[in-house]
């Protein structure tokens, strides 16, 4: 799963969840203030890191079948 944030045009804050068979929801964040937005934009880089670190490990460990 992949996470991406956007700012729009109007100010507001969503984000969406990404599977590998597309987008699973998006959660919207709503109009957020200028402390909220940097605290959003320093912690994307450390989500993503740990999202990726997830997936690799989902692919050297796969779960096992139900």
Known sequence: MS?????TDNGGWW???????GVEKVLGLGKLLDQEVNAVKQGLP??????KKGEEFVEKNPPASI
């Open 15 to 21: 984000c969406v969840c990404v599977q590998k068979e």
């Open 46 to 51: 450390e989500l993503q890191k740990n999202i």
């Open 3 to 7: 996470v991406e944030s956007f700012d």
